[in-house]
């Protein structure tokens, strides 16, 4: 189980004869599931490459306030906005004492004054350096500001001397900073959702569609990400931004939903069909756009056209009928007979749940920032309070989470 699933850790690695072991820690960290990015000190680079750090983090170091590039793909506030975590390892004397005083005379330090997120530091020194009392009152300075600790170690150091100040194991760093973020309810597992309306064309300028509008389907792929899950997310055309660290497909119609759909549903462990797929679809669409037929003389009725439908893959029951199908959580949208048209879907469709929402309710209907829905599975029906559909995503992803890892204990 990776716990640092989806996790953003920006290393900051200082001067120092330990900035070798940055290397190690990078790969340790993303082994754990973590994305790191690094930013170096200029005295960092004197130790260790920042082509080694590249090579091994995938993505370019940042070194300098002042960057015109990095500036133009991302700034040190955006930078800083991204971390879930600034890890400093090394953390030298000098790197500790500017962050006690709050200075920002470089970039790894600016970065820590706009972190939101927490700050850990791993300090690396000489031991007469890290008893130094100028160092312990700015290290309690910063315990009382809610700079964390990893360490330091004691045992013999670079210089032959032989004490407290060596940077702590990387393993144990690695372990520290797991124990940051608590194993979260869907770590290790993939969540397929599928969100959104789809079209079907009639013509090159006109479709069936629904007034579905995606909302519901994102808030979920946002708290799955929360949840530790890795997200792959199904859209159908909305106009909403892509959730931060979640996998999107873009599709149109439902014949397109249906193959990105059975193409990667063998990686996920749970499926969520959010998505507002239309039942039926045009025989055939026009080439080109279909144009009114017009009498010489003055109509006398409304003109008609005939629209022949086929039925569109059903493609949850698709997803059903795999010899080994994942959790799969439904979605029914009703304006009447809510409960009793949900438990038949979800019993007809062989689902492990299903949401039930009243599409009727202006308050919680299409287009609205609210939800209030009813979980149903096969023993239990579980209603939930009108809230935002963030807040009932949140809750919609602790009653799947409970019930997979119910059904795992009792294997």
């Given at each position: ?67 015109t ?29 500017g962050?006690r ?23 690396a ?5 890290w ?11 910063l ?18 001397e ?29 969540v ?7 079209r ?54 439902a ?38 037929q017009?009498?010489a003389e ?12 086929v ?10 009928a ?15 007979n ?11 469709k ?8 009243d ?7 299409f287009?609205s ?23 009932v ?8 989470a ?10």
């Amino acid at each position: 189980m990776k716990n640092l699933q989806n996790k953003h850790i920006l290393l900051g690695v200082t001067g120092g004869i330990a900035a070798y072991k940055g290397a190690e820690l990078i790969r340790r960290l993303q082994d754990e599931g973590a994305e790191v990015r690094v930013v170096m000190t200029r005295a960092a680079t004197e130790f260790i490459t920042p082509l080694t750090m590249q090579a091994l983090s995938g993505f370019p170091v940042s070194l300098d306030l002042l960057d015109t590039e990095t500036e133009s793909v991302m700034g040190h506030i955006e930078l800083a906005r991204w971390a879930d975590l600034v890890l400093v390892a090394p953390a030298s004397a000098n790197f500790l004492a500017g962050l006690r005083q709050g200075r920002g005379d470089d970039l790894l330090t600016t970065l820590c004054l706009a972190a939101t997120c927490p700050i850990a530091v791993a300090p690396a020194m000489n031991q007469a350096m890290w008893g130094n009392v100028a160092t312990q009152e700015n290290c309690a300075g910063l315990r009382r500001n809610g700079v964390i600790f990893f360490g330091p170690d004691e045992g013999l150091q670079a210089c032959g001397e032989t004490g407290q100040g060596r940077l702590l194991d990387v393993a144990h760093i690695v372990t520290h900073t797991c124990a940051l973020f608590p194993s979260e309810l869907l770590t290790g597992k993939t969540v397929m959702i599928t969100a959104g309306p789809t079209r079907e064309a009639i013509d090159p300028v006109r479709y069936i569609s629904n007034h579905s509008s995606g909302k519901q389907g994102y808030a979920l792929a946002e708290a799955a990400v929360e949840a530790g899950a890795r997200v792959l997310l199904i859209s159908g055309p909305v106009t909403l931004p892509v959730p931060d660290r979640v996998t999107v497909i873009n599709v149109v119609s439902a014949d397109e939903m249906y193959a990105a759909v059975m193409d990667n549903v063998a990686e996920c462990d749970i499926f969520i069909g959010v998505a507002a797929v239309a039942d039926f679809k045009p025989v055939a669409a026009a080439e080109q756009k279909i144009k009114k037929q017009h009498d010489a003389e003055p109509l006398t009725e409304p003109l008609t056209m005939t629209l022949t439908l086929v039925e569109n893959p059903d493609i949850i029951a698709s997803v059903a009928a795999l010899p080994t199908p994942p959790f799969l959580v439904g979605f029914a949208a009703e304006t009447e007979n809510l409960l009793a048209y949900a438990s038949d879907k979800l019993n007809r469709k062989g689902l492990d749940l299903i949401v039930a929402n009243d599409v009727a309710d202006s308050r919680i209907g299409f287009n609205s920032d609210n939800n209030g829905t009813t979980i149903i599975s096969k023993d239990k029906v579980i209603p939930l309070a009108v809230a935002s559909k963030r807040q009932v995503s949140v809750q919609i992803i602790q009653v799947i989470a409970d019930l997979i890892n119910t059904r795992e204990l009792s294997k």
